[in-house]
């Protein structure tokens, strides 16, 4: 959270972050992190991979 974003991504949990653009680029790869710095990012669509207790959690954030 927050979706959308301008700048951060908070996360409950200390995980491992991949997150893609649409055309399953990899931009940012962070391990063990509750918050995710996406500032530098353009807006748009980007697909995020995080994996918690060995579980894979894919979701979509949007950049504004």
Known sequence: YPN???GKININQF???WLF???GDMIIRE??????DVTGLNPGIYNIQILY????IN???IKK
Request: glycine content about 0%; aromatic content about 0%.
């Open 15 to 17: 995980v491992d972050v």
């Open 4 to 6: 959308p974003t301008n």
């Open 21 to 23: 653009n649409m055309l």
């Open 59 to 61: 979701k979509r954030i």
């Open 31 to 36: 391990d063990n992190v509750n918050v995710l």
């Open 53 to 56: 207790e060995n579980n894979i």
